[in-house]
């Protein structure tokens, strides 16, 4: 095989022609979870469906499940008819369905990665995937050691010429700095760097992408991306939902080790970064890494964040439990179930403007969004009483749900005397179109398999963004107990203190 | 939907703006202005197509009927906006003497600054760019498949009043095809010797395939007649073996290539909602179906 293999057939004019994974074979690690029924395999139907998955492409199932590799196709064909995006239809079921394997058995279980390694073997041969092969560690990160270390003893992960092993998983990355950087060195034992795919879903969202398109394509917003203009930025990302049946997992986690670590440090970065030179991956991390190193906490975290607990109450019309009230969680959990908190960009084009950053469950809505506010007109030629329902102009992207940008402004009411209110100008990312977008999880598993890292953040980013929270959770942890609030609310007082000490108020979003 | 009769572009222009707000949504997130120029029996499904289409570009969708030319000038119209899309459409028929001059309503209702996209779903004029209303597109669709009349000739006709900015869905047609092939020489990295295309007696799509892989490949490339439907099959030889899809029902496929074993590959027919998407989604010249338009009128058979 020569270096300079140039494809005949594909043109750099030809924009038409998708990428299309090379012949592989995922392993799925995990598959009774909720996210591999509901995203994951789901996503893997859709992409074939849309012809982006080579003939040939393979899934192995791996859990402690007594089933046959039918019993196994089985529970995919049904979160494929419930989740999958696009219709269900027979061709492409045929496709995949000769490529379903189950291989039963626990993570210390040898005979089953030795059953597992001659499976992939077989598959090699009679479905031609060729020694590539994508792990999926759909499971508690506690259990990765294990997985890594079978993974290895058979010898599953060796790298052979011409043929690729990555790992894929999902967050928590840790939950601190330390634990971070060994959950690292677990996956670096046999994974390098570079085959390490940690999946932010949010990255793999068309709005969130559309940030860079937004503020590198045009000429409108830059000029006025900066602390001459902007005043402040608030990135909420806020859940309608309790922990429902996540107990075990959130307790002792909480809303800023689960949320502000990967999706909001990542949207921050996205919209306070400079232009990367290129679209590469290097180059967007390089970019990335940046602002997070410059990332300053201020020094009084008492006075600058905010943490609480849902309380009992009623949420959309629904009676609801409190979070101490919740099964599975300690009556005394210091748990927080809403963060917010306050950080500095210490560089030429951010000093100054502070970003909030606050996720919470239980809070009146489920959106997530960003909300760059400006500052107010230096000088009005308005009288006061003519202004006064004029607040402070404002970008908002809004991530979910109803994708898209809204800009507000002030504009004349209608009438015969000078009256000035907000308005929106808004556009939507599409009304019907967010159906026919992809999800985020397709665009992510076909760049795994396509060994395209932009969308994924690396071990460097992640460290980062625990240098950032690790010294917050420290300060929280000698405080008690959260602060409780209301359940279908905005958040516990101290949130609106934070701001107000500033002068500032959050929107509803 | 407002029924209007005997009326002209600004009242159709008003009943755009009615309705939406009727709908209480006075955004206008549409991104480009297609228009549909169709008769009477195929209007309803091309405007089905049309509004699928827009799920993914919004569009505001104007498809014209250009009725008898004859008499006196009569425009009707019936106008909506989306329910369970986002866009606009209006249906206008055209009869008497305004059917020679279809872009005197069409010019008013484009959308500002927008592209424009005109589609013919089955028969297009002579001279799509120089058509009255292909003139005020940047994009022209044409479907040699679909035309009615003299369909052995179809792509020849195509390609002789070829300008930039058209484009043909038997081209659309062939991407996933052309995606397979591509992705195939993507993980083996053979020499290609010679190649085959089999499709039915008739097939716009096949020739396009045929020019663009004698194109790309520079090696011999045979059309073979099967009964269809469609492309049934398409051979590489490679110096390591052959690379083959092959796929008889027009749904499901057979991937073979060489040392490997043979795979199915869902490969069906596309419907005109994604084909139409597809054309949708690239709005400048299609530079590699400008080169196969020189090629096909080069060729000396067909």
């Known amino acids: ?509 | 939907m407002i029924e209007l009769t005997d009326t002209n572009a600004a009242k159709i222009a008003a009943a755009f703006a009615q309705s939406r707000r009727l709908d209480a949504s006075p955004a206008m997130g549409m991104v480009m202005t297609l228009v549909i120029v169709v008769d009477e029996d195929h209007a309803h499904e091309a405007i089905r197509c049309a509004q699928s289409a827009s799920h993914e570009h919004p569009a505001r969708v104007l498809a014209v009927i250009l009725g008898d030319g004859r008499g006196r000038p009569k425009i009707s119209a019936q106008v909506g906006v989306g329910e369970g899309w986002t866009g606009e459409t209006a249906l206008i028929r055209l009869g008497g003497e305004v059917v020679k001059h279809p872009a005197s309503v069409v010019l008013p209702l484009l959308l500002p600054d927008s592209p424009v996209v005109v589609w013919w779903p089955t028969d297009h004029p002579e001279d799509p760019a120089n058509d009255p209303l292909g003139a005020l597109a940047q994009r022209r669709i044409t479907d040699a498949s679909a035309v009615t009349t003299g369909k052995t000739t179809a792509l020849k006709r195509v390609c002789r009043t070829y300008s930039p900015g058209t484009s043909d869905l038997a081209w659309t047609r062939l991407t996933l095809w052309r995606a397979m092939l591509a992705a195939a020489l993507d993980h083996q990295h053979v020499r290609v010797t010679r190649a085959s295309v089999t499709a039915e007696r008739i097939s716009p799509s096949a020739d396009l395939m045929v020019a663009w892989l004698s194109w790309r490949l520079k090696v011999p490339v045979e059309r073979i007649t099967s009964a269809g439907p469609g492309i049934t099959d398409v051979v590489l030889e490679t110096t390591q073996g052959p690379i083959e899809i092959r796929r008889g029902d027009g749904r499901l496929a057979t991937f073979s290539s060489p040392d490997r074993p043979d795979r199915p590959l869902a490969l069906r027919r596309r419907e005109l909602p994604e084909l139409l998407a597809e054309e949708l989604r690239h709005l400048d010249e299609d530079d590699v179906f400008a080169e196969l338009v020189k090629r096909i009128l080069t060729s000396p058979t067909r």
């Open chain 1, 1 to 509: 095989m020569a270096e300079s293999w140039v494809n005949p057939l594909r043109a750099v004019e030809d924009r038409r022609l998708p990428r299309i994974a090379g012949p592989c074979a995922m392993v799925l690690f995990g598959v009774t979870g909720d996210l591999s029924r509901k995203k994951i395999m789901p996503a893997i139907y859709d992409l074939a469906n849309r012809g982006l998955l080579p003939p040939g492409f393979s899934l192995v199932g791996f859990a402690r499940r007594d089933w046959a590799d039918q019993d196994f196709a089985k529970i995919v064909h049904d979160s494929v008819s419930e989740h999958a995006r696009t219709e269900f239809r027979e061709e492409v079921w045929a496709q995949l369905a000769e490529g379903f394997r189950f291989v039963p058995g626990e993570f210390a279980d040898d005979v089953a990665f030795e059953t597992l390694r001659s499976t992939l073997a077989e598959l090699d041969k009679a479905r031609g995937t060729g020694g590539n092969h994508a792990f999926y560690l759909s499971i508690p990160p506690r259990f990765f050691g294990d997985v890594v270390a079978q993974l290895k003893k058979h010898g599953l992960a060796e790298p052979h010429e011409g043929a690729w092993n990555r790992v894929v998983v999902e967050k928590p990355f840790g939950h601190d700095l330390e634990s971070a950087r060994e959950l690292n060195a677990t996956l670096g034992q046999i994974f390098p760097s570079g085959s390490v795919f940690r999946i932010d879903h949010y990255l793999g969202k068309e709005t969130v992408q559309n940030i860079l398109a937004m503020r590198f394509a045009n000429t409108l917003f830059e000029p006025i991306w900066n602390s001459n203009y902007v005043d402040h930025v608030q990135i909420t990302m806020a859940e309608d939902i309790g922990i429902g049946g996540r107990a075990g997992y959130y307790d002792g986690v909480g809303a800023a080790r689960d949320v502000i670590q990967n999706h909001l440090l990542q949207l921050m970065a996205l919209i306070a970064m400079e232009e990367p030179t290129s679209f590469d991956a290097e180059s967007l991390r390089v970019e990335k890494q940046k602002v997070l190193a410059s990332v300053v906490l201020p020094r009084r975290l008492d006075l600058t964040t905010a943490r609480g607990q849902y309380a009992a109450g009623w949420q959309g019309g629904e009676k609801v439990v409190g979070f101490l009230e919740e099964e599975g969680i300690s009556p005394t959990s210091t748990t927080e179930t809403f963060a917010a908190i306050t950080l500095n960009v210490e560089n030429r084009r951010w000093a100054g403007v502070p970003f909030y950053l606050r996720t919470g469950k239980r809070l009146g809505r489920r959106v997530t969004e960003v909300a760059v506010v400006f500052k107010r007109a230096p000088h009005l030629p308005f009288s006061a009483t003519q202004t006064e329902e004029l607040t402070q102009n404002a970008l908002v992207v809004r991530v979910q749900p109803d994708d898209g940008i809204t800009i507000r402004f002030g504009s004349k009411v209608p009438g015969t005397s000078m009256e000035i209110r907000d308005v929106n100008m808004d556009f939507a990312y599409g009304g019907s179109f967010t159906e026919a977008s992809p999800e985020a999880y397709e665009r992510l598993i076909l760049d795994v398999l396509l060994g395209d890292p932009p969308l994924f953040p690396r071990h460097e980013e992640v460290e980062l963004s625990w240098k950032i929270l690790d010294p917050i959770l420290a300060y929280w942890a000698k405080q008690g107990a959260p602060e409780q609030y209301a359940s279908g609310e905005w958040g516990p007082e101290g949130a609106r203190k934070m701001l107000s000490r500033d002068g500032r108020m959050w929107r509803r979003p």
